[in-house]
């Protein structure tokens, strides 16, 4: 298997642009998780789907960022219209099952760039 | 304050030292207890994970919890320029998504 595939890899865009990231999960994953990576804050996780459905986001940040997942293989996070304080490594990662002890795989991030 | 708490580093050894990386935390339901390693530029992936509390050793790596105090460590022996890494540790109640400390940036040079 490839393992996650996120793309773009880098994305550098002007701040009030939409901005849109996409993630292919493992397949058989029921799990998938979008998490953002900044230096101050670490990993923080924005949102997370079982079997397409978003479970649990509390922590999207803002009305400006949305996330879907309308197939098993395929999942976006948009950021409409972007700020530069949303600039960040953006992880998309998946798993099995949500259990403590179910591995978390995670794709390369997008390192995004909002000028 | 953040359920989880972790020095950011950076940590600089020489090679064959021994590392102590630590994460202390403030919920006590947390019964699953993770260490991720990012190299640069790439994803997380899981390291080591530990049910409650005690040790658990895999190769060079020992992960220790202590939940009385919690407090987790993750000793690395023998360490290598190629474990220079940040070092992430989680913890997750059981069923629940996972909670992660900010990161150790490690360094090892020859």
């Known amino acids: 298997d490839a393992g996650v595939i996120q793309s773009p890899r880098h994305e550098v865009t002007e701040m009030g642009q939409e901005v849109t990231l996409r993630c292919k999960p493992i397949?058989?994953?029921?799990?998938l998780f979008w998490y953002r990576q900044t230096m101050m804050r670490g990993l923080e996780l924005l949102i997370y789907?079982?079997?397409?459905?978003?479970?649990?986001d509390s922590g999207m940040p803002e009305d400006r960022f949305s996330a879907k997942m309308p197939n098993a293989s395929f999942s976006t996070l948009k950021i409409q219209p972007s700020e530069p304080r949303d600039s960040a490594v953006y992880f998309c990662?998946?798993?099995?099952?949500?259990?403590?002890?179910?591995?978390?795989?995670f794709g390369p991030g997008t390192r995004l760039l909002v000028l | 304050q953040k359920e989880v708490e972790q020095d950011p580093g950076p940590l600089s050894v020489p090679e064959g030292a021994i590392v102590s990386l630590n994460c202390t935390y403030s919920?006590?339901?947390?019964?699953?207890f993770m260490w991720y390693r990012q190299y640069s530029r790439k994803g997380p992936e899981l390291l080591m994970y530990?049910?409650?509390?005690g040790n658990k050793e895999d190769g060079r790596f020992t992960a220790q919890v202590d939940k009385s105090s919690k407090y987790i460590s993750l000793f690395i022996r023998d360490s290598q320029p190629s474990d220079s890494a940040t070092y992430l540790c989680?913890?997750?109640?059981?069923?629940?998504?996972?909670?992660f400390g900010t990161g150790t940036r490690l360094q090892v040079f020859p």
């Open positions: 990662a998946s798993s099995l099952g949500l259990a403590g002890d179910e591995t978390q795989y």
């Open positions: 397949s058989g994953h029921d799990y």
């Open positions: 789907f079982n079997n397409n459905v978003p479970i649990d």
């Open positions: 919920n006590s339901a947390f019964q699953y």
């Open positions: 530990t049910y409650s509390s």
């Open positions: 989680a913890m997750s109640p059981n069923t629940d998504k996972l909670i």
